[in-house]
């Protein structure tokens, strides 16, 4: 067997022996050959997801079909967070799947390396085909958020060794640079106060009130366990399996405050039409699954329609300002009106 690249339409190329070693390791068998083909997945201009398929060969001659997914991430500087990009390497690396249970988890790897000369990490793991997406329903969207919760009680109250041998992971001081930053911005600011912002006066003034009284958010949001957190718990990286969940994308895996990851389940780019039901049910069902392990009964304030605010307030306020659409308009205010309406819900 010779070690050729294989050509792969959307890869710049595979090593053979690489393929043939993901496959021995993903089928549990000596693999003699196998052919593939590649889709992308998804991915942006840092990073690519392509779906790698195929047929193996084993030893013994019989064929076997695979399917499995390689990312490939390059070297990019996120604001803050400058090692961001390799931290999924990392993190695969480390043993970090052994802190998971029965009801979340993220995909087996099969193989990580890191291209020095090209600045990238590749990952050959398990192809996750199950219910994602805006397809998740209401109960599966619970779910997510008790396993989280079991998740985040679990690893806060027995502190595993490993966690804190883990030197790359987010900080918790992320979130509040974040509103920040888009604080700073004067255009933005400017434009919720003015005359001419098509945002309706209430919901300006609810962004507003967040800015007048930010130190008291942040004291309460501040009181709040620091816990592990994915930082990226929206619907494209959530999967529903059987009763479990699966977590895809741990780029911006950290430290962050109790809640953090629930207030993007219910709010991050959401189904506007049954968020303010993700709040009645999901904020229950994580502090449910974290008290399975932590005592919570002191903890009066969830701050989580704060954590939302300062979040993606003003993200949707420059969405609104720079739409293209009326719709899209539409779609900024409908969002934060069921943010506002969040106030109302006990």
Same mark, same amino acid.
């Given at each position: ?15 053979k ?8 390791t ?6 003699t ?27 013994n ?10 990312k ?8 803050g ?8 390497? !990392? /993190?695969?690396?480390?043993?970090? *799947? ?6 979340? @988890?993220?995909?087996?790897?099969? #193989?990580? &390396?890191?291209n020095?000369?090209e600045n990238?990490t590749l ?5 996750i085909?199950?219910?994602s997406?805006y !397809? /998740?329903?209401v109960?599966?969207f *619970?779910?997510a958020?008790y396993?989280?919760? @079991?998740?985040?009680?679990?690893? #806060?109250? &027995?502190?595993?060794?490993?966690l ?5 992971l987010?900080?918790?001081?992320d979130?509040?640079d ?23 006066r209430?919901l300006?003034?609810m ?20 816990v ?9 990286n959530?999967?529903y399996?059987?009763g ?12 962050g405050?109790m ?12 189904d506007v ?6 709040y009645?049910?999901?904020?229950p069902?994580?502090?449910k699954?974290?008290s399975?392990?932590a ?9 989580i329609?704060?954590m ?8 949707l ?7 293209d659409?009326?719709?899209?308009k539409?779609k ?6 069921r ?8």
């Amino acid at each position: 067997m010779t070690n050729n690249p294989l050509a792969i339409s959307a890869c710049d190329s595979i090593q053979k022996d690489t393929l043939l070693s993901v496959l021995r390791t993903m089928l549990g068998t000596s693999i003699t050959d196998a052919d593939c083909h590649s889709k992308e997945l998804h991915g942006g201009t840092v990073g690519k997801v392509f779906l790698i398929t195929g047929t193996a060969n084993t030893a013994n001659g019989k064929p076997l079909p695979y399917e499995v997914v390689l990312k490939v991430q390059k070297k990019w500087d996120r604001h803050g967070d400058s090692d961001s990009w390799r931290r999924e390497y !990392d /993190l695969y690396l480390s043993g970090f *799947e052994d802190l998971f249970h029965d009801s979340l @988890r993220w995909p087996v790897c099969y #193989h990580a &390396e890191m291209n020095e000369d090209e600045n990238e990490t590749l990952i050959w793991m398990e192809y996750i085909d199950s219910v994602s997406g805006y !397809d /998740l329903t209401v109960d599966m969207f *619970e779910r997510a958020a008790y396993a989280l919760g @079991r998740f985040q009680g679990k690893l #806060h109250t &027995e502190r595993p060794a490993i966690l804190h041998k883990l030197t790359n992971l987010s900080k918790a001081e992320d979130l509040k640079d974040y509103y920040l930053h888009f604080r700073s911005w004067k255009k933005l600011h400017d434009y919720i106060r003015s005359d001419d912002c098509g945002i309706p006066r209430h919901l300006c003034d609810m962004l507003i009130d967040v800015d007048e009284k930010a130190d008291e958010i942040w004291n309460r949001i501040e009181k709040l366990p620091i816990v592990l957190c994915h930082r990226d718990f929206w619907v494209t990286n959530i999967f529903y399996r059987d009763g479990t969940i699966i977590l895809i994308d741990w780029d911006t895996c950290g430290w962050g405050y109790m809640g953090e990851d629930i207030k993007s389940l219910i709010a991050d780019e959401a189904d506007v039409l049954h968020m303010a039901e993700y709040y009645r049910r999901c904020v229950p069902a994580y502090y449910k699954g974290f008290s399975e392990y932590a005592d919570v009964s002191n903890i009066e304030d969830n701050c989580i329609r704060e954590m939302i605010l300062v979040n993606i307030g003003y993200r949707l306020a420059e969405w609104h300002m720079n739409a293209d659409s009326e719709a899209e308009k539409l779609k900024q205010i409908e969002t934060l009106q069921r943010i506002y309406e969040m106030k109302d819900i006990g």
